[in-house]
């Protein structure tokens, strides 16, 4: 069987350590397991031997998902901490706006990573990875969605 495990998030906690162990578990009980992420977190992830990972880049940083759209390319940049609290409400609603922008660019490669994956179950974690799975078309995989933190 082929996992997809499909987790973004800013950084570190309980949903990101779900992943890993579930990732762990599953790889060790003969499972093929693959990991969608962003870049933000993909150090936490490195240590998984024999679990294919796919970063689609920075997704917490504005000035690098902009860059992004704008070039066509993944920009890779570690979270964006903005300087007060003017800039912070910006970034969240900003933010939110270029992300859906950047999902929308990068379907195309996470349905060909899914396709070349040969994926049988798809389990997105956290709102922002559910979004961008539920926004692929023609998608005929099974979905398993978990919120986390509720």
């Not at 240590?47 to 880049?57: K, P, S, T």
């Not at 900003?94 to 899914?114: D, S």
Request: charge should be neutral.
């Amino acid at each position: 069987m082929n996992i997809c495990q499909v987790i973004f998030s800013a950084g570190w906690g309980g949903a990101e350590t779900v992943v890993h162990e579930l990732s762990r578990h599953l790889r060790d009980k003969g499972v093929n397991v693959s990991v969608i992420l962003n870049h933000e977190n993909i150090k936490y992830y490195a240590d998984l031997r024999n679990v294919e990972l796919l970063n689609i880049g920075s997704l917490y940083n504005p000035l690098a998902l902009a860059k992004s759209i704008v070039f066509s390319s993944t920009i890779l940049a570690e979270k964006y901490e903005p300087p007060n609290r003017v800039f912070s409400l910006l970034n969240g609603y900003i933010g939110e706006l270029i992300r859906w922008i950047y999902y929308k660019r990068v379907r195309k490669r996470v349905t060909q990573f899914l396709s070349d994956n040969h994926i049988d179950v798809i389990h997105s974690h956290l709102a922002d990875a559910t979004a961008l799975v539920c926004s692929l078309n023609d998608l005929s995989v099974p979905l398993i969605a978990t919120p986390h933190g509720l």
